[in-house]
């Protein structure tokens, strides 16, 4: 419901950059270190489950990369309508599927290459182990998860939208066993106010998702830490220029099959 909420207010603040961009043949958003990383796996001809994927512009730079066969999966009608329309409208052949990612199909178990998973997922997830279950069960026999996410560390930090906040100081616990429970706008790209739809958003420390990954039979190849602010949240932190970690980069490999 809060998701369905904001599409319409985010479609407004962006939709048209990104119709833009994508017109033009191999646009590709993914930049820098994580498309350096992801070129190193190899995409070419790869299937590639993306979960959470919002209005889908990181699968179909994905596909315009290179991969092959490619599904999103996203809880919001609004956010998989708008990606379907995009990908008809650019030729950019991928598919968006709306349900909760929990309750993906059985039929796409042992498909994928990769199962992507960016920035803005990991905290919506009220059980991290039944999430990194089920991307397990998408993967095939050599099938990797390639994770970009915002570092937990910058959970303990002011937000963007609180103006005269430290952007230093540490203000939120890094060990925090509930969710917030919020009501506030979700519309980090405009910045409309308004009061929205409940949402719960669950802090996991770095060594919750590293032990809810290694339980589920995946073997972490790669991890890597930056200073780069990748939620479009904290971007007050990164121009503090202090050397703090704000994002992360985990690459981990399926051996359970």
Wanted: net charge negative.
């Amino acid at each position: 419901l809060a998701w369905n909420e904001v599409m319409p207010r985010h479609q407004k603040a962006i939709k048209n950059k990104w119709d833009r961009a994508f017109s033009k043949p191999g646009f590709t958003c993914i930049k820098g270190v994580e498309s350096n990383l992801l070129n190193s796996v190899g995409l070419s001809g790869k299937k590639i489950a993306h979960l959470l994927c919002n209005n889908g512009v990181e699968l179909l730079s994905l596909k315009n990369m290179g991969a092959s066969e490619c599904v999103g999966f996203d809880i919001s009608d609004e956010a998989i309508k708008e990606a379907k329309t995009r990908a008809l409208k650019c030729d950019i052949h991928c598919h968006f599927l709306c349900t909760d990612v929990y309750e993906i199909s059985q039929q796409y178990h042992n498909k994928f290459d990769i199962v992507y998973i960016s920035v803005g997922t990991l905290g919506w997830m009220p059980d991290l182990a039944l999430f990194f279950q089920k991307a397990s069960a998408l993967l095939n026999d050599s099938g990797i998860v390639f994770i970009h996410e915002m570092h937990p560390f910058a959970e303990m930090l002011s937000t963007d939208d609180l103006n005269d906040a430290d952007p230093l100081k540490i203000i939120e616990p890094y060990f925090k066993k509930n969710p917030y429970i919020e009501n506030k706008s979700l519309d980090y790209l405009g910045q409309s106010q308004y009061e929205a739809h409940t949402q719960y958003w669950f802090i996991w420390t770095l060594s919750d998702i590293i032990m809810s990954i290694i339980s589920n039979c995946l073997t972490i190849r790669h991890f890597s830490e930056y200073k780069q602010d990748v939620s479009a949240t904290h971007k007050k932190n990164e121009k503090a220029n202090i050397d703090i970690p704000l994002s992360y980069i985990i690459i981990a490999k399926n051996h359970n099959k």
